[in-house]
């Protein structure tokens, strides 16, 4: 029996930046990474940034770089959006160090409002996410 | 003869139009590339939202209380309140039919739903449509220059009306603005905005699972997909307003370029008469003699 396979998509306001078959998907959430496989029930979930990774199917294993945004569930299709999603390669280790020092700095000088404090917060963890992904991949 | 001064002087100034219509061609062609790529991009992933908030609706009616004020985004607004349209237009004008032909879509729909309405106003020559009509306005956003518009500002518009939403101070919202199919054609239409509308055949709500939280799921979610309409929306109607100006610069100019040429012809025709007629009257002055 051939192998039930998901369609992975994901879809950031850049554009389509990954559709590909897989066997089974990971997906960094925002209550922890958890698995997909084929048959699972339809969900909807926030994601938080972190690795994407998919395994089987034609490309192999694969893994992404995505950030806060949405993950569906449906028919054997898993469709992320993001805000922003990357290729381990594509990740420039510099910048995303400046990043993460400008968003420490905005965070430790503190009188920032609710929003404001999510988004540093939020810019913080994008940037971490970057700099561990692109050390794995260097 | 001052004819021959004046129409040096008309050539002249129609090769300055020209010179000038030509720049503002160039000008609209990048900033429509550089808006309509982003509208382009942006595209799949408004669509996909739309999709997942819009098959959530079933899950919602399930169980309206447990959705937060979110939630309430997917029910009918206060029947008493006037709708609302989200009225956008441009900044500037100059830019062919662009902002007639909203305006009339605009007329068209107010004439045919008929009863209270209310505007929100986005662009000044919109806003100029809005006044000339002695249109209620319930907002202007001035502020908003559409040209640097940024998904913050798209952000700050949303938040308005959907908190005017939620105050029942609107009993619907819809919004509109001018699609961009492609480079000759851009259409205004009416697009439903609040109440959010179900999806046919969406996800039978008690198989869903949302994580962590519903709440937090809705809560996130249906902000983010109705800053996002906002957004796409703007996009594809500042591409649509400079591919509009582009077009309309650029018959000005071929116009200004058949002007010219006319005016020349009618300076040569002036100038040879001049000629010829002080020849003859140097000829019959020689003559005289």
New interface residues.
């Given amino acids: 029996m051939a192998a039930r396979t998901l369609t992975l998509?994901v879809?950031?306001?850049?554009?389509?930046v990954v559709e590909t078959e897989a066997e089974a998907v990971t997906v960094p959430?925002?209550?922890g990474s958890f698995g997909v496989l084929p048959r699972h029930?339809?969900?909807?979930?926030?994601t938080d940034s972190g690795l994407l990774k998919a395994s089987g199917g034609e490309g192999g294993d694969r893994e992404y770089l995505i950030h806060d945004g949405?993950v569906?569930v449906?028919d054997d299709t898993v469709?992320i959006?993001t805000r922003a999603a990357e290729l381990p390669t594509e990740i420039d280790l510099e910048r995303a160090a400046r990043a993460a020092e400008r968003a420490r700095e905005r965070l430790r000088k503190g009188g920032l409002r609710d929003l404001d404090y999510a988004r540093a917060q939020a810019a913080l963890r994008r940037a971490l996410a970057r700099e561990r992904m692109a050390r794995r991949h260097a | 003869m001052a004819n021959i001064r004046d129409l040096r002087q008309s050539i002249h100034s129609v090769g300055n139009i020209q010179k000038i219509t030509r720049a503002m061609e160039m000008v609209a062609s990048t900033k429509l590339r550089r808006f309509q790529d982003r509208a382009l991009q942006a595209r799949p992933y408004s669509d996909r939202l739309e999709a997942m908030v819009r098959s959530l609706a079933a899950e919602v009616a399930a169980n309206p209380e447990g959705a937060g004020e979110a939630g309430r985004l997917y029910l009918p607004g206060a029947t008493d309140a006037p709708r609302a349209v989200l009225f956008v237009g441009s900044d500037r004008g100059l830019c062919g039919a662009y902002n007639s032909n909203a305006a009339k879509e605009l007329d068209a729909h107010l004439r045919n739903v008929g009863g209270d309405f209310t505007l929100y106003v986005i662009g000044r020559k919109a806003m100029a449509h809005a006044a000339r009509m002695g249109y209620p306005v319930a907002a202007y956003f001035e502020e908003l220059v559409l040209e640097k518009m940024d998904f913050a500002g798209a952000a700050a518009v949303t938040k308005v009306l959907t908190d005017d939403f939620l105050a029942g101070k609107t009993r619907s919202v819809a919004i509109c603005s001018t699609r961009f199919r492609s480079l000759v054609r851009y259409e205004p239409a009416l697009h439903a905005f609040l109440p959010i509308v179900p999806l046919e055949g969406g996800v039978a709500p008690s198989s869903l699972l949302l994580e962590p939280t519903r709440t937090a799921v809705l809560g996130r979610l249906i902000p983010r997909y109705l800053e996002t309409r906002i957004f796409h929306l703007l996009l594809e109607a500042l591409a649509s307003e400079f591919a509009s100006r582009r077009f309309a610069m650029k018959n000005a100019t071929e116009a200004a370029g058949d002007m010219k040429r006319d005016l020349t012809r009618s300076y040569n025709r002036a100038r040879q008469a001049k000629i010829t007629s002080e020849i003859t009257e140097i000829v019959s002055g020689a003559e005289a003699l």
Avoid at chain 1, 11 to 16: A, I, L, R, W
Avoid at chain 1, 41 to 46: D, G, K, R
């Fill in positions: 998509r879809v950031s306001p850049e554009g389509v959430s925002e209550a029930a339809p969900l909807v979930a926030l949405f569906e449906l469709t959006l």
